[in-house]
């Protein structure tokens, strides 16, 4: 773990998942994020109390349970307020139910109980939607990125966005081949968005702060469309579930090794499907029980 300071009243802590931070002229912050465990949540703490920087509220990006699993050992140890969207906080007070969505609505096995997917379950505080919003003589503005998951929202602060998991670094995309977005139309619009902003500088969940950003966001969006294409090109003929999964693996250079590798997967890939079938460029047909996809000609 590193602390970043971008200037006196912002920064963040890099770490696997990035901790942000907003200052006061106290040194009083509010968190964005809080990390994946109690570990990680009381290393970062040692990195603030250093700089006698004293959390005061958290702000949840989204409810992934690698950004919130923290946030409980904050709560337990210094009474730190969680603030969510609605959406995310219907996760972070019941967070089984990320693993039971991953596992189709059925009853998740334990091996998705693992802490990345099943953070240990806080109260939220306050909800909070898009707009300007001021908290402990903090002026901010929350950002609605919708996309990687549902209520996923960034925080703007003197011009610099946190921008939660709404892009990817190179190194993660070259790592993980296939960003994991829930909404494909969601993430093309952020993109979109984040493209036509004029922000100073603009800070991912995973990686550094991009200061010069169009260039990683028209990767993410070349990905994201080149996957598309590849969808329909396949579907020119009934294209089962299984076997699109495998020619997209295969086109990709990904191997599943293990059910959570294959339920993140599956997740991203159902994404593509859905934003297809709504854009009523690939139907559904059923033969003898099975279902298949194909291109709408």
Not at 148 to 164: M, P, V
Not at 194 to 220: A, Q, T
Request: charged share 25%; net charge negative; glycine share 4%.
């Amino acid at each position: 773990m590193q602390l970043i300071y971008i200037n006196d009243r912002l920064g963040y802590i890099k770490s696997n998942v990035n901790i942000g931070f907003l200052l006061n002229e106290k040194k009083e912050a509010i968190l964005i994020d809080a990390g994946i465990d109690d570990d990680n949540a009381k290393k970062a703490f040692k990195i603030l109390d250093a700089e006698k920087i004293i959390p005061k509220k958290i702000i949840i990006t989204h409810a992934h349970a690698d950004h919130f699993g923290g946030a409980s050992w904050f709560v337990k140890h210094l009474n730190t307020e969680v603030l969510s969207t609605l959406p995310a906080k219907s996760i972070l007070e019941y967070p089984l139910m990320e693993p039971i969505y991953l596992f189709c609505g059925a009853n998740p096995p334990k091996i998705l109980h693992q802490k990345f997917f099943l953070g240990k379950k806080i109260n939220v505080d306050k909800i909070v939607d898009h707009g300007k919003i001021s908290f402990e003589n903090i002026n901010f503005e929350i950002v609605e990125l919708p996309g990687h998951s549902f209520g996923q929202i960034g925080i703007l602060f003197e011009n610099y966005l946190f921008s939660a998991d709404s892009f990817i670094s190179y190194e993660f995309l070259a790592k993980h081949k296939i960003p994991l977005n829930s909404d494909i139309k969601g993430t093309l619009q952020t993109l979109n968005f984040l493209k036509n902003s004029k922000f100073k500088g603009i800070i991912p969940s995973h990686g550094d702060l991009f200061e010069n950003y169009l260039d990683v966001l028209n990767e993410n969006e070349r990905i994201i469309n080149q996957i598309l294409e590849f969808i329909l090109d396949i579907c020119f003929k009934e294209v089962s579930e299984i076997e699109l999964l495998n020619l997209i693996y295969d086109k990709f250079n990904i191997t599943i090794k293990d059910m959570a590798t294959n339920v993140l997967m599956r997740l991203s890939i159902l994404a593509y499907i859905s934003y297809l079938l709504d854009e009523n460029l690939l139907r559904v047909e059923f033969v003898n029980n099975q279902q298949f996809f194909v291109r709408v000609s």
